[in-house]
Nanobody
Framework: QVQLVESGGGLVQTGGSLRLSCVVSGRTFSRYAVGWFRQAPGKEREWVTSISGSGRTYSATSVKGRFTISRDNAKNTVSLQMNSLKPEDTAVYYC?????????????????????WGQGTQVTVSS
């Protein structure tokens, strides 16, 4: 069973920054593509950004230029650096993983494509 644990959420003012981390259990982390999703109150969970096993990244238009996803395979960790935060970024943020071929450049954007999810971490941006 793969377990994902997110951390780093909190309360920040508009324009501020936060860094989220997601630690993934298991010894095959390099074979996972990883995605971040978020869910605001009363809204559907939406895709934010993804990183492939080879390190290729892809982000939603709403966060492009402000959020950066990265991975450290030696530490089984994916990070999400969030800058220039806006009130509309307020949500519970989830990381998720999907098995992929080794060194694959494939990124995944659909919730249904992901196999395992973390419990989420709350990000609140005050205006």
């Amino acid at each position: 069973q793969v377990q994902l644990v997110e951390s780093g959420g909190g309360l920040v003012q508009t324009g501020g920054s936060l860094r989220l981390s997601c630690v993934v259990s298991g010894r095959t982390f390099s074979r996972y593509a990883v995605g971040w999703f978020r869910q605001a109150p009363g809204k559907e969970r939406e895709w934010v950004t993804s990183i492939s096993g080879s390190g290729r990244t892809y982000s939603a238009t709403s966060v492009k230029g402000r959020f950066t996803i990265s991975r450290d395979n030696a530490k089984n960790t994916v990070s999400l650096q969030m800058n220039s935060l806006k009130p509309e970024d307020t949500a519970v943020y989830y990381c998720a993983v999907v098995s992929a071929p080794l060194f694959s450049s494939l990124v995944y954007v659909r919730r249904s494509e992901y196999d395992y999810w973390g419990q989420g971490t709350q990000v609140t941006v005050s205006s």
